[in-house]
Structures are given as structure tokens and as C-alpha cells.
């Protein structure tokens, strides 16, 4: 890779990590649409800070725009509070009107400053390391790493510090409220470092990628873990998965690395989504069709156990029998018996007799305890 | 009077819009009783709890817990949410959610360590759950999920426990469980005002009652305010037959 090439990956990078910090809890709270609204609602906010700025990396264009995400959320909270607009619909009201807000001041006002309706949509990380932060005379890097990076940290700092009080108003506002932890101002912090975030990484990366990135990676970490601090962790390093692949892909194919990365992230999810080996759709139709036959075998032995010794036990214990007494189908009755016999639970005593083995019948014994 | 109640509630009303949820209340819980609180569905049961608690605004009234406001006594008053009301599938374990109960006490930023890992176990071995504590939450049945929140209660070691439908779908072994727990809070002096749904168990579970339907039809010792008649200005006509097996009612005209 160029150097070039080098600093658009680490921007990647630490975009992807410091967008999966407040994304995981959006994720939990079942808030995720929050993340699109807020990443679109910005777009006024960054063009009127613009003007007062000329810097779309300068610290206070930052915090401006950041505030017309928050404003977005409180209009959203508004809407709701008057029991007339539910809540993906008040999301839906608001971040549309408020992001063409924006693409009219700057088709009116910007057309002639880097400031675009596409690059607000899909950013271009390709332009990143051509604006370099100088200090003290040299050179050290471009200034869009630097920003992301005080982001990302600024992150880092919000939910190490208050990791305890994130996660009890994630998981119960009541109690949390009752505790004194005030869950709305803990909801207003987590969304300002949302719109912090999402307007740091919009230059670079533009609103489809923050969306992706905090949605993504949370939400395929949750099918990997029972633990909130490993669901962050495996957030962010998702996020960063995704962006290498994302990068990669996109110089082999030369497209858009926003969008090379957000489909990466899409790809991610899917992979995670299918093999996760717990929560994963594959290990769950592999559960289902294991539970299925051990059912099956369950229901033999109990069936044998109930009529072994009896008189009738030289008809009911046959094979054919079988698909009579437990109405199954042939192939499946001989499958069942196949590996109830491979699990030590019956054996032939001829061709077409079952018997029940001691293990068997303490299967079958325990079963119907536990009926 | 002796002593300030664990609960005092004068003249409270909450609204819904233009709507009274609840209204005019008046209600007095005296330390160290285990009152419940009954009463059909929207008769404002969960909001009287969540009123109580500041989690919902209030028209008007007043409320104290032991001669002082709500944000006074913090710390001294536990609350049990009903099971549905948070997420099971939540990324965390059952010593995480117990320990939820010291967060409180804790403040801001500081984080739970050694001290509240104990104190939380302690708790589950009270409900009979210490063999659980490393468990995912979303493995646990109704009644575990209802041990854990009453656990959590535990901790926190409050003076008052305000309790929405903790019998809710639990089994009769739970059931048992619970209720032997809620009666040794009692004799350790504390007050518990429960939010319960069945009728048949008031008189063998509570000392108090408060029969509740947007007004506050009846309060007092069991005996006293759990009447037939109280109960059919509760729950309309229809309670009548509910109580035809109680011999004391059996000449009650209303009964079929």
C-alpha cells in the first residue's frame, strides 16, 4: 500500500471502532434507527457551521452539528410525547426534513466549496489524506485521522467512565431512575456522543457508512456473546474487519471505499449472523433437528418401556409396529430405531423384534419422571 | 401517632391527558407491614406504584416515605418492576443484574467490585438462586427471572419495597418461596406494598389491603377492608362469585 492508501486504512479503522462504542448500546436499547436519523439530521448543522468555520474538521464545526443531532433526537422525543406519532414514524418525519434542510442550503449557499450532496451521503475517504495537519512546521498526518481519532478516544472515555450507568439504563430505565441515575441525561449523553460521532466521520466516510458501521458490527456481536463488555469489544473489532476487508476490496476493484466498507460490514453481519455458534441460524436448525431426533428416540424407549414384559410386547415391540402405534412413516421409524441403536438405547433381539437395553430403559424411566 | 408512617399519600391524583388515572388518594402505610394492593385491570395499580416512586408526573398531591420526600429517601426504598417490563435477551448475567441493586449506593462512575460481588450472592442464596449467578439471564424461567429481580431488591436493603405483581406467572413452589421471603422482610421491620392480582391469597399473604379503582374504594387491616362489599365497589358485580366459596359470604344475596 502507499502511504496514502496506509492513512485512508487507519482512517477506516478508527472510524469503525469509534462508531461501535455508542452503536452497541443503540443496539440494545432497540434505538438503531437513531443512528440513521441522527447521521442524516446533521447535514444542516454541519453547512451552517461551514460557513462560521471554513474547516469541516475544525473542533467547533464538530460540536455545532453535533447539537443539530441532538436537536433531531429531541424533536423525535416531541413528536412521541404528544401520543399522536409513534416512534419510527417520528424518526421518519424528522431526519428527512431536517437533511434537505441541508442539501438546500448547500445547493444554495456551497455549491462552490467542497460540501456536496453525495459526499454527505457516501463521504470520500479517498480525499482524506490530502488535508494534513501541520504542527510545529511538519507534517504529521492528515487532519481527519487526527479528529476521528480525539472522537474515538472521547468515546472510549464516555463508556469506560460510565459503563455502569449505560447499562443499567439500557437494561432498566425504571430502576436505574429510581436509583437516581437520571436515564434521560445518560440518554442525551449517549446521543450527543452519537451525533459527535456520526459528524467526526461523515467527512471521511459519509452518513451510510456511520449507519452501517454502528448498526452492523453491535448487532452481529450480540449474536456472539452473553456479556455486555465482550459485545463492545467484539463490536469494535468487527467494525475494524469490516473496514480492512471493506478497503481492501474496494483498491482490488477500484469502487467507492464507503461503499466497499458498508457492504463489508453487511457481509460480516451475514457471516456472523449465519455461523455464530450459539445464536447463529445454522446452530439453530442443527439444535432443532438434533432436539428432534432425541424426541424420537425418547418417545421409542418410552413407548417399549410402557409395554415391556406385557403379553402384547411380541406385537408392539416390532419394528412395522411402529408406524401404527406412533403413526410415523417407515423410513423414519427405522431411522430412529437405527440410532436409538447406535446410542446404546435398544437392541434386536431379532430381525424385526426391539428390546429395550438397561440404558434405555433408565432413559425411558427418567423421561417419564420428567414428563 | 407514633412514630412517621413508611408511607404516607395524601389527596393524589394522576392524569392521563384530560383523564384521571388516579384520583384524590389518600393512602397510609404504617412501618413494618406487608400491605397489598388489588384492584381490576386499568385500575391504576402500576401507575399508584410508579407515582410513588417519581417515574410518572403527578397532578397533584403529596407523598412521603417517613415524613420526607421521595428524593429524600432514595436510598431507602427498593423497587420491583413486573417481570415484562425489561429485556431478557440482554447481553448480561444474573450476579450483573443482582448487583444492579448497589449501583444506588454506589454513585455515579465508582464501580461495583469484591464487596457487591458478595453482597449479591448473599442475596441469591436468600432466593434460593446461588447456583445461577454465572448464568445468561435469558436462560432463566418466569420464576427465576422473578427470584432475580427480588434479589436485586434485596440488595439494595431499603426500609420500604414497593412490588408490581411479583406472583405473576410464577408456579406454586415460587410462589411458596416468594412469599416466605416477603414475610421475613416483614419481620425484619421492613414495609412492603405489593401490587397482587389474586384474590384468593389476599387474606392468607397480607395484613393490609388497599382496594383500589382509580379512587381508593378501601384501605386498612385485611379484615376490615377486604369485604364483599368493598370488593363488588372494586370490581363492579361480577366479584361476587369469586368469593362464593368463602362461608362467611355464602348468604351473600349477590352470590349465585
Known sequence: ?371 | MKGAAAIEVRDLTVAYRDKPVLWDIDLTVPPGVLMAVVGPNGAGKTTFVKALLGLLPVSAGRIRFFDAPYEASRQQIAYVPQRGSVDWDFPTSVLDVVMMGRYGRLGWIRRPGKREREQAREALARVGMEDFAGRQIRQLSGGQQQRVFLARALVQDARVYLMDEPFQGVDAVTERAIIDLLRALRSEGRTLLVVHHDLQTVEEYFDRVMLLNVRRIASGPVEQAFTTENLRLTYGGRIAFLRSANAADAADPAAP
Open chain 1, 1 to 371: 500500500m502507499t502511504q496514502a492508501e496506509i492513512e485512508i486504512q487507519m482512517l477506516a479503522v478508527v472510524v469503525a471502532a469509534a462508531c461501535a462504542l455508542p452503536g452497541a448500546f443503540l443496539v440494545l436499547r432497540k434505538m438503531a434507527m437513531m443512528s440513521d436519523a441522527i447521521s442524516h439530521a446533521i447535514l444542516p448543522g454541519i453547512v451552517a457551521a461551514f460557513f462560521l468555520t471554513h474547516n469541516l474538521n475544525s473542533p467547533l464545526l464538530i460540536l455545532a452539528a453535533a447539537a443539530t443531532g441532538v436537536f433531531a433526537v429531541l424533536l423525535v422525543e416531541l413528536l412521541m410525547s404528544t401520543q399522536r406519532v409513534r416512534e419510527d414514524a417520528a424518526i421518519g418525519l424528522v431526519f428527512p426534513v431536517l437533511f434537505s434542510i441541508g442539501v438546500l442550503l448547500i445547493a444554495r449557499y456551497a455549491g462552490d466549496v467542497h460540501l456536496d450532496a453525495d459526499a454527505v451521503l457516501l463521504g470520500e475517504p479517498a480525499f482524506a489524506p490530502f488535508d494534513r495537519l501541520v504542527a510545529l512546521g511538519r507534517d504529521i498526518g492528515p487532519r481527519a485521522l487526527y479528529a476521528m481519532g480525539a472522537v474515538g478516544l472521547a468515546n472510549v472515555a464516555f463508556v469506560a467512565l460510565f459503563y455502569k450507568e449505560l447499562k443499567i439504563a439500557a437494561f432498566d430505565a425504571g430502576l436505574a431512575a429510581t436509583l437516581g441515575f437520571a436515564p434521560t441525561l445518560i440518554h442525551y449523553g449517549l446521543m450527543t456522543s452519537v451525533s459527535i460521532t456520526a459528524v467526526a466521520a461523515f467527512d471521511a466516510v459519509g452518513s451510510i457508512l456511520v449507519v452501517a458501521l454502528m448498526v452492523a458490527p453491535p448487532t452481529a456481536a450480540y449474536l456472539l456473546t452473553d456479556r455486555l463488555r465482550d459485545m463492545i469489544l467484539l463490536s469494535a473489532g468487527l467494525g475494524v474487519v469490516a473496514a480492512v476487508a471493506g478497503f481492501q476490496a474496494a483498491r482490488l476493484l477500484d469502487v467507492s471505499i464507503a461503499g466497499a466498507m458498508a457492504s463489508a460490514a453487511g457481509v460480516v453481519f451475514a457471516i456472523v449472523w449465519l455461523a455464530a455458534p450459539r445464536y447463529g441460524v445454522l446452530a439453530g436448525r442443527r439444535r432443532r433437528i438434533r432436539q428432534k431426533w432425541e424426541f424420537a428416540e425418547k418417545m421409542l424407549a418410552i413407548h417399549l418401556f410402557n409395554h415391556e414384559g406385557l403379553p402384547e410386547a411380541d406385537t408392539e415391540h416390532r419394528i412395522g409396529h411402529l408406524e401404527e402405534h406412533l403413526s410415523w412413516e417407515q423410513d423414519f421409524a427405522r431411522r430412529v430405531v437405527r440410532r436409538a441403536q447406535s446410542n446404546g438405547l435398544v437392541r434386536r433381539a431379532d430381525d424385526d423384534l426391539l428390546a429395550l437395553t438397561p440404558k434405555g430403559r433408565a432413559a425411558a424411566s427418567e423421561a417419564i419422571t420428567n414428563l
